[in-house]
């Protein structure tokens, strides 16, 4: 690889936004300036780090190494410095939760972290898994940065006691080369499209400076509120508690809540092999869920405004609900009451009648105007023939019941709508024959 090349690499490696420990990230580049020749570098891998994301199968528990630096795609660079590649952990992992003979996942963690690139959506793919199998996470050296961002995500997080774990945050670091460059006889140039003038800032400038501190920062609320929902704990907590960007030894990441519990892998395993660990992906965290999940409402509007959302829909959901019950119970209740009342005073014809009055939208107060005249069909069956044109007095007679009437509804069916004339209601009267 010729010099020009190798600044390319180191360019492209350098300004990525990195969750990892500054040791990780020294080691990182040195590597990628080839201050470590790839001989070296893989002698100085462990086999297992090498292994990195290779599933091992274990009285029914599959353990996953994540182990060194973290990148999202498996490379040349990640064989030569024995680091774990995104990509092949998620594949790993979807398939040990998919396989029937899988009954429980350990990610075995020794990593100071690595390119913040995929490890949101990976630490999402396994807290999304918790409620199909049990998965701890078990760090054996270092869980940081992006390391410790998937650890969180397990259901239960078991630490050596001699492990750290933290250094949360993002960070991006670079290398000036120009003046050397320009030593050398190289003169570089750049032209950058003039609608485009925040295509590339100098972070060495003002603008350019708080612009990547922007992005740093708004990375890092990601990471913060990946690990407060995985672990249970508020945004403020993860912020004023985990560490700010430094790493603890096992011990005191228990005492703040950042893991669970000091062991062994052996123990791990053997716990979960036999049936133990959490049986459900919420199990291990439910007691801390309960004590440490109460928050204001301004403090929900923030942090989870579609969880608010959703609760204010299913409150005013269930509110109304109720009320429709209750109002539908008082019509019901209301309008048995006046056909009683009706079918007492007129007989049961006409009570009859009267329900069926009601189903068309006359309400309480307008059928009791009505109740005497429903009765008069029957008395006066057997009387002589009417007058030819008897409909204007019956209906002048009614009209007036009807306007004396107080128009509160308690009917069940639709109320007629506003401007509906008496005229409308004794039509449907007439259309029922009484």
Sequence with gaps: MSVRQCDRVISAVTRQPWAITPDGLELVLGIAQRQLSDHEAVLAAPTQRRESGKVQMRDGVAIIPVMGPIFPHANLFTEVSGATSIETLALRFGEAI???????????????????????????????????????????????????WIASAASKIVADETALLGSIGVVAAWSDNKKARETAGFTDYEVVSSQSPNKHLDPQSHEGRAAMQRLLDEKADIFIA?????????????????????????AQAVKVGMADEIGSLE????????????????????????????MTREELAQNHPELLAQIQAETRAETENTLSAQH??????????????????????????????????????????????????????????????????????ILASLRGATPAPVATAPQPRQGDSVQATIDRIAAIGV
Excluded at 104 to 109: E, F, G, P, S, Y
Aim: proline share 5%; with cysteine.
């Design 98 to 148: 998919d396989a029937r003979d899988v009954k429980a996942i350990v990610l075995h963690i020794d990593s100071p972290g690595g390119q913040a690139t995929g490890v949101h959506e990976f630490a999402g793919q396994i807290f999304a898994a918790r409620d199909s199998k049990p998965i701890t996470a078990y760090v054996s050296g270092v869980a940081g940065s992006a390391a410790y």
């Design 226 to 250: 990946d690990v407060a929902r995985n672990r249970g704990k508020r945004v403020a907590t993860v912020t004023e508690q985990f560490g700010q960007g430094g790493v603890m030894h096992a």
């Design 267 to 294: 123990a791990v395993i053997a716990a979960l092999s036999s049936g133990g660990g959490p049986k459900t992906g919420r199990a291990g965290t439910s007691a801390r869920i309960n004590k440490e999940m109460t």
């Design 328 to 397: 539908q119970t008082d019509l019901e209740a209301a309008n048995t009451n006046w056909t009683a009342c009706v079918s007492a005073v007129a007989g049961e014809t006409v009570a009859t009648a009267a329900a069926e009055l009601v189903k068309t939208g006359v309400n309480a107060a307008q059928l009791a105007a009505l109740a005497p005249m429903l009765a008069q069909p029957a008395a006066t069956a057997a009387a002589p023939a009417a007058p030819a044109n008897p409909d204007s007095d019956s209906r002048a007679a």
